[in-house]
């Protein structure tokens, strides 16, 4: 019998959004509802410190 395929949406996190969330609890709420609908990948872009923006 062919398997069934199951595909859901994916949903990138600017770095802004998790930091807010991990650091200041921010966003509990709307993370969870985006958790239940989206398979989420988390986007960062880390400066090394002594480095020139």
């Known amino acids: 019998m062919p398997r069934k ?6 949903a990138i996190l600017d770095t802004n959004v998790y930091i807010g969330h991990w650091e200041r609890g921010l966003y509990d709420a709307a993370l969870t509802d985006v958790r239940k609908a989206f398979v989420v990948r988390h986007s960062a872009v880390v400066q090394a410190a002594g480095f020139p923006e």
Request: aromatic fraction near 16%; charge should be neutral; glycine fraction near 0%.
């Open 5 to 10: 395929s199951t595909s859901m949406p994916w």
